[in-house]
């Protein structure tokens, strides 16, 4: 079992930036790829970055790759995303994943034009 609690979102303006934290429980944390997905109102949820369980591999979504960073710390059961040169398309409640099993519950950034 698992729990993941993000951290970090707030109100930002469009080219600031913001890093959003994903605490997890459990002695397992460092066995799996971790995820950042958002959801934006009245859309889908979708990928965001994805990084392997020794943080060797990273993965991004076209649409935020060169301004979005994905890294880990083991010894702190935290995964991280630093999020730069935000845009108001990035508005979304953001959710780290651990594998497909585990989902934290969210939290908010809004960037203002």
């Known amino acids: 079992q698992v729990q993941l609690v993000e951290s970090g979102g707030g109100l930002v303006q469009a080219g600031g930036s913001l890093r959003l934290s994903c605490a997890a429980s459990?002695?397992?944390?460092?066995?799996?790829?971790m995820g950042w997905f958002r959801q934006a109102p009245g859309k889908e949820r979708e990928f965001v970055a994805r990084i392997n369980w020794s943080g060797s591999n990273t993965n991004y979504a076209d649409s935020v790759k060169g301004r979005f960073t994905i890294s880990r710390d083991n010894a702190k059961n935290t995964v991280y995303l630093q999020m730069n040169s935000l845009k108001p398309e990035d508005t979304a409640v953001y959710y780290c994943?651990?594998?497909?099993?585990?989902w934290g519950k969210g939290t908010l950034v809004t960037v203002s034009s």
């Open positions: 459990g002695r397992t944390f460092s066995t799996y790829t």
């Open positions: 994943a651990a594998g497909t099993a585990y």
